[in-house]
Every structure is written in C-alpha cells, then in structure tokens.
C-alpha cells in the first residue's frame, strides 16, 4: 500500500479540458425557449391579422345636440 500509484489513467478527462463539454440539457432548453419564442411570435401575428388591434388613437366623442 505504501508504494501505489494513485494517478488518474492518461485517458480521464482534466479540469482544462472540462471547459470543453458541452451541457446539453442547458443548451436543450435554450433551443426549446427559442421555438417556443418563435411559435409565440407566428401566434401573435396571426392573431394580430385576424383582430387588429387599431393605432390605439380613440375617435374623440361627440357632444350631443342640444334640444
């Protein structure tokens, strides 16, 4: 026990190569968020051309007539 090697193999990965890995549940969920964006735009669009929701100006009322 005294005189054991106790050195990872050559093949395990380092912290300076760690850096390298991607995580694909984050980058998952970044392209999810990404579709789900660009599905919400087209719904919005759609939405829009069907219901317009106007310049948002108000037509100023009339006064009534005085009788």
Do not use: C, W, Y
Not at 22 to 47: G, P, S, Y
């Amino acid at each position: 026990m005294m005189g054991e090697d106790h050195r990872p193999p050559p093949d395990v990965v380092t912290m300076s190569q760690d850096d390298k890995l991607i995580d694909f549940t984050a980058e998952r969920a970044k392209r999810v968020h990404d579709l789900n964006d660009k599905r919400l735009n087209e719904v919005r669009q759609q939405f829009e051309q069907a219901m317009p929701l106007g310049s948002g100006k108000k037509k100023p009322k009339k006064k009534p007539k005085k009788r």
